[in-house]
């Protein structure tokens, strides 16, 4: 099992830039895809971006491709979410979440733990 912190969240204007992390308890991190969700008000859960156990590999949603990148330091148990760029339409909860699946996954079903999540609020 692993368990996830995020932080890095907070309120920044418009054209700003955050880095979220989040840290993983135990030493299986570097078995996990890592992946970043959001949630808005009112809205359903979305993918954000992902990346698989090396760091070769990444996928981001189309609304961030060109402003946001993930990263991930396995020495470190973290996996990094710099936004550069931010819109109000960021604005939202981000979630961290690890998967044991054998492809980086894009689905919030695909995934088996999730943080508690980072507050990101961008005004205009």
């Known amino acids: 099992q692993v368990q996830l912190v995020e932080s890095g969240g907070g309120l920044v204007l418009a054209g700003g830039s955050l880095r979220l992390s989040c840290a993983a308890s135990?030493?299986?991190?570097?078995?996990?895809?890592m992946g970043w969700f959001r949630q808005a008000p009112g809205k359903e859960r979305e993918f954000v971006a992902a990346?698989?156990?090396?760091?070769?590999?990444?996928k981001l949603a189309d609304s961030v491709k060109g402003r946001f990148t993930i990263s991930r330091d396995n020495a470190k148990n973290t996996v990094y979410l710099q936004m550069n760029s931010l819109k109000p339409e960021d604005t939202a909860v981000y979630y961290c979440?690890?998967?044991?699946?054998?492809?980086?996954?894009?689905?919030?079903?695909?995934?088996?733990?999730w943080g508690q999540g980072t507050q990101v609020t961008v005004s205009s």
């Open positions: 990346i698989s156990i090396s760091g070769g590999s990444t």
């Open positions: 135990g030493r299986a991190f570097s078995s996990y895809h």
């Open positions: 979440a690890a998967s044991r699946g054998y492809v980086v996954p894009v689905t919030t079903r695909r995934y088996d733990y």
